[in-house]
């Protein structure tokens, strides 16, 4: 009898020595590496870059904004690219926006589900960055790229009195 007691303490031991020893999706969740300001400003802003290199886009407007995951002002939160482009002249929205996916989707980018209320809006994401393509609501000349890094920016910027901040010039434009 003491000597099963004891395999089964046994082997009840390595089987908690094994398990944590493996990490789960849960780990992953509680306990992600931050990101600081200047992070989620660089993963956001080099996304962007990319974007408009690859899709050759030609910005007429960029801005960057530290957005909430959580609510209204609370930790955490992601760098964020609300940027508009124009159309080459001569074409549609409904002919260039899809080719622009398919370019992107050639660059390693994963298209997802359609994004609700803009047409002709493709919604894409690559290395946890997520981008937001489609017609402007206004301009059917325009497009519109919206851009959202990870949300692993800790800071507290509950109080900040920043908003929107330029940054047209360092997007890029295609040749």
Known sequence: MAGALAISLTFGGIFVSVDRLHSTPADA?????????????????????????????????????????????????????????ALPAGTSAHTYLPAVVDTLVSDGWTEGSPPGGHAFGSTLSKHAVTAIVYRHDTNPAMGVLRIYGECRNMNDHRNDTTGWVDVTGQVGSAP
């Open 29 to 85: 969740l509680s306990r992600p590496d931050t990101a600081t300001d200047e992070q989620s400003q660089a993963q956001a802003l080099g996304a962007a870059q990319r974007l408009v290199s690859v899709a050759r886009l030609h910005p007429t407007t960029a801005g960057y904004l530290l957005m909430s995951c959580a609510g209204r002002d609370d930790p955490p939160y992601q760098g964020a690219i609300h940027l508009t482009f």
